[in-house]
């Protein structure tokens, strides 16, 4: 059974930093694509950025968040600097088999229960 928990949320400042992470289970996931989606209330869940063997980033994110992966230790980052108060949402991480990286939230198969980030103006 594959298992998604993140953590490294929390509320910081606009212009700071955090770190998510995204540890998975139940699969050897070095050939699946993980990917960090985001969402607030009333709006649909939107991409953030995803990797397969390199990273795809949303345009609003793009030079300001990077994904990174140590299959490893099965785990996926999210480094998320000059953070702006319209990047508070919760945040998920999903992933799913296949060789391909999607972009599109009903392409995942698996997802994590999310952890929010804050960002203050």
């Known amino acids: 059974q594959v298992q998604l928990v993140e953590s490294g949320g929390g509320l910081v400042q606009a212009g700071g930093s955090l770190r998510l992470s995204c540890a998975a289970s139940g699969r050897t996931f070095s050939n699946y694509a993980m990917g960090w989606f985001r969402q607030v209330p009333g709006k649909e869940r939107e991409f953030v950025a995803g990797?397969?063997?390199?990273?795809v980033y949303a345009d609003s994110v793009k030079g300001r968040f990077t994904i990174s992966r140590d299959n490893a230790k099965n785990t996926v980052y999210l480094q998320m600097n000059s953070l702006k108060p319209e990047d508070t949402a919760v945040y998920y991480c999903?992933?799913?088999?296949?060789?391909?990286?999607?972009?599109?939230?009903?392409?995942?198969?698996?997802w994590g229960q999310g952890t929010q980030v804050t960002v203050s103006s």
């Open positions: 999903a992933t799913r088999s296949g060789g391909w990286l999607p972009t599109r939230r009903d392409e995942y198969a698996y």
């Open positions: 990797m397969l063997r390199s990273g």
